[in-house]
């Protein structure tokens, strides 16, 4: 099953999908696993918008809610010494009955970096940081 799914965009996920898909014993390969970029961390304000085609879709993220789960990923990041795109492929990774999160690259050292998240290991405390970040 796919489903658009990360950590702001969990809603619909969350509360319909997620119960069903576990007691159905489906996998799940979320697709826009680093919501167009957002979570890459690399557009924080509007003057963001400019580093790449994708640029102009984030507007929408840019709210309480999206700065509070920058925030948490930085943290995060910081303490596992990895991205914050490595920390949000690894929160859905970590999630149960999450299959394969879907992310592009768009060269080949965004492909190595995300690669870099299966080596990524979030303990019990970083994964309720960004879930309480991004509820």
Avoid at 58 to 70: A, D, F, K, T, V
Avoid at 92 to 109: K, Y
Avoid at 113 to 129: F, H, Q, S, W, Y
């Amino acid at each position: 099953m796919y489903s658009e799914y990360n950590l702001y965009a969990r809603s619909g996920y969350d509360a319909a999908l997620e119960p069903l898909c576990r007691e159905a014993g489906l996998g799940v390969a979320p697709f826009y696993s680093l919501a167009s970029g957002f979570l890459t961390g690399k557009y924080r304000s509007e003057a963001d918008f400019g580093k790449s085609p994708r640029g102009g879709r984030m507007s929408s993220y840019l709210n309480e809610r999206g700065h509070s789960i920058l925030s948490a990923l930085d943290e995060a990041a910081d303490e596992h010494h990895a991205t914050s795109a490595q920390i949000a492929l690894a929160w859905l990774m970590a999630r149960p009955g999450l299959t394969a999160p879907i992310a592009s690259a768009t060269s080949l050292e965004q492909l190595a970096e995300l690669m870099g998240a299966a080596r990524v290991e979030l303990d019990e405390d970083t994964i309720m940081l960004l879930d309480a970040a991004s509820a």
